[in-house]
């Protein structure tokens, strides 16, 4: 079977099957740093933004093509996803941008 259906409810789902098989099985230990949930690269805006305002508050950084949203939670798993930095932003000149507000001023204060 494969995973067809691109909502986070579907997704987490997924996810879901697999962590119970895992914690199924006898445990052992990983040379991994963290478990990472990426949920992908958006090419639409409207999807990402979406997202963004679904998972608030999240930390953003940018980097010289992308914006990358995130969350940490208190066991060390992180939730990260990604949109190309020229769907948000605007370039001004070289090396500079201006970006429009992803989160509304209140969804901002709660980062």
Known sequence: MSYDNKTSHAYARALQ???????????????TSGP???????YDKGKFLAAARSLSPLAKEY??????MSRTFTQGAQVYFDI??????????EAKWECEPVLSPEEEAGI
């Open 17 to 31: 099957e697999a962590a119970e098989y895992l914690l199924s099985k006898p445990d052992f230990e990983t040379d």
């Open 36 to 42: 990472y949930i990426y949920l992908g690269t958006f």
């Open 84 to 93: 190309a930095r020229d769907k948000v932003c605007r370039k001004v000149q």
């Open 63 to 68: 980097n010289d093509t992308s914006l990358r």
